[in-house]
């Protein structure tokens, strides 16, 4: 069976992702008779994440599917033709075989499969984080400084106390700005 792939077209609006999203639907209708609605499908999705579907809360209503905008911008191709198949694949399992399944199990394998594309978790484009990590200074009785997340700032700004792992004793905000480093330790 030779495999069919999507036209690596500019995907400069959702209409492009909505026909893509329609077709492979069709196609995973034809080859499991079924009747899955074509989901909603949305570009608002950031971070290195480059589709999510979100399930029908009821059997036999519409699902999202949410798509990276900065991804579908910058890989076009490899979104029409792999995460697009994948993310309607999630559709079709959770159509077939309700919500309960493994998100990458033998269901949603054996659908990847009968759509004749490979079953891979993880796509390999470059998806730099939607926003930097920022760090705290804190001290303890400890010579070297300790770095919080913003969480953790948060939380003792409100109350919560968190110990130094190596002296025990409380870790206490210093003057120091914040480090948006991720290699801060």
Not at 14 to 26: D, F, G, K
């Amino acid at each position: 069976m030779t495999q069919q792939a999507v036209a690596p077209a500019h995907i400069a609006s959702e209409s492009v992702l909505v026909a893509a999203v329609r077709q492979w639907i069709e196609r995973a209708n034809s080859r499991f008779d079924l009747a899955v609605p074509v989901p909603q499908v949305r570009m608002d999705l950031r971070g290195r994440s480059a589709g999510l579907t979100v399930y029908a809360r009821r059997h036999r209503q519409r699902a999202l599917i949410r798509f990276n905008a900065s991804l579908c911008a910058r890989y076009p191709a490899e979104m029409l033709n792999e995460t697009v198949p994948h993310e309607v694949a999630h559709v079709v399992t959770a159509w077939r075989h309700g919500s309960r399944v493994k998100p990458h199990g033998p269901e949603w394998r054996a659908v990847m499969q009968c759509l004749g594309k490979a079953a891979t978790v993880c796509h390999r484009m470059d998806a730099p984080a939607s926003r930097a990590m920022r760090y705290f200074p804190y001290r303890c009785r400890c010579d070297e400084p300790r770095y919080l997340s913003t969480i953790r700032h948060r939380r003792i700004a409100r109350g919560a106390a968190y110990l130094c792992r190596r002296c025990g004793s409380r870790l206490v905000a210093t003057d120091g700005d914040s480090v948006i480093s991720p290699d801060r330790i």
